[in-house]
């Protein structure tokens, strides 16, 4: 499929335990972005990554570790989950240098029990 | 540091009346504004993005203006339905931050039939 997708969709996972959220986007963009929606608090930050290789920390980055060997994949893995990372997590993408647009996926809906 | 602010959170029209959505940010300096509309449990729709340089975006229904000068967007959406429920999202992007979106907490908008 075209466009911007990530798994699972949706999962549930008890404390302790590592997870990692998969995001895959077919655009070939340069750009790639973890956030998180929580009641309260909007949509945050977690990492980004300018291109392969290229990643850096946003708004809230502790307890989550990102990576990037393939444009195309950003993976964000949550090494020993926490009951406060209980949230929707979305992937997000640009590519054009001039308006840079970003695309969201459609969401993963975590729960750490 | 930029600051997005959407008022009101919440907002109740009756069906066929104009929506006005109000987006505020305390930085004029931004390179533009994207405008997203989230349904519930799904991921961010891309509606608008105005460049700096642009006072306003069309596309349909929608109309979004850009007033850098005084700091405000608006998003103007003609004759609503109540397939226009949904939650309404600005979003700004300053010069040299690498893609990264600084979001509005968003306003929920109710079309009642």
């Known amino acids: 499929d075209a466009g911007i997708t990530q798994s699972p969709r949706y999962k549930i996972t008890e404390t302790g335990r590592q997870v990692t959220l998969m995001c895959h986007q077919t655009?070939?963009?340069?750009?790639m972005f973890w956030y998180r929606q929580d009641l309260g608090h909007g949509l945050r930050l977690i990492y980004y990554s300018a291109a392969a290789d290229i990643t850096d920390k946003g708004e809230v980055p502790d307890g989550y570790v990102v990576s990037r060997s393939k444009t195309e994949n950003f993976p964000l893995t949550l090494e020993s989950a926490t009951r406060s990372q209980t949230s929707v997590y979305f992937c997000?993408?640009?590519?054009?240098?001039?308006?840079?647009?970003?695309?969201f996926g459609p969401g993963t809906r975590l729960t750490v029990t | 540091k930029q600051e997005v602010t959407q008022i009101p959170a919440a907002l109740s029209v009756p069906e066929g009346e104009n929506l006005v959505l109000n987006c505020s940010f305390t930085?004029?300096?931004?390179?533009?504004l994207q405008w997203f509309r989230q349904d519930p449990g799904k991921g961010l729709t891309s509606l608008l993005l105005i460049q700096s340089s642009q006072r306003e975006q069309t596309s349909g229904r929608l109309n979004a203006s850009l007033d850098k000068s005084s700091g405000r967007s608006t998003l103007y959406i003609a004759a609503s339905q109540p397939g226009d429920s949904a939650t309404y999202l600005c979003a700004v992007l300053n010069p040299d931050s690498w893609g990264k979106l600084q979001f509005g907490a968003g306003t929920q908008v109710v079309v009642t039939p």
């Open positions: 997000a993408s640009s590519g054009d240098y001039s308006s840079y647009e970003q695309y």
């Open positions: 930085d004029s300096a931004i390179y533009n």
């Open positions: 655009w070939s963009h340069s750009y």
